[in-house]
């Protein structure tokens, strides 16, 4: 349940998150939907953006911070955002408060995505199997 696909030195980066893949326990393949809990000082993931995957969340509890390129959003709960792919806009979540962020998380499961990481040597490219490949950004394997 909720095991990254980073490898290190960026897997401990997401230390303190939980997520639950509810799509795939009900056999989704067209779009998967994660319940994911953030403890305080968590993240949801490194700044990444998608080359060819949507992306949705909708927070139930607690306030993360968006960080969304250069800017910064504190959401409450009922707050939500789109992330559309193809922008090369950066994003991910951080939880600075004292308190828990549960949110969701919706995406598509669009063929042939990549994913980049701008301010990290990491980068992933979604096989024709769904198996993600994480390399360099110079295409060197972990």
Sequence with gaps: MGKTIYPEPYASSVKGRLKR??????????????LTHLSPGAMSALAHSHSKQDEFIFVLEGTPTLILGEEEFVLNPGDCYGFKAGTGVAHHLVNRSNEEVTYLEIGDRAEGDEVEYPNDDLKA???TNGVWKMTHKDGRPY
Excluded: A, E, S, Y
């Design 21 to 34: 893949k509810l799509g795939d326990v009900f056999g989704l393949t067209n779009f998967g939907v994660n």
């Design 125 to 127: 490219t979604q096989l």
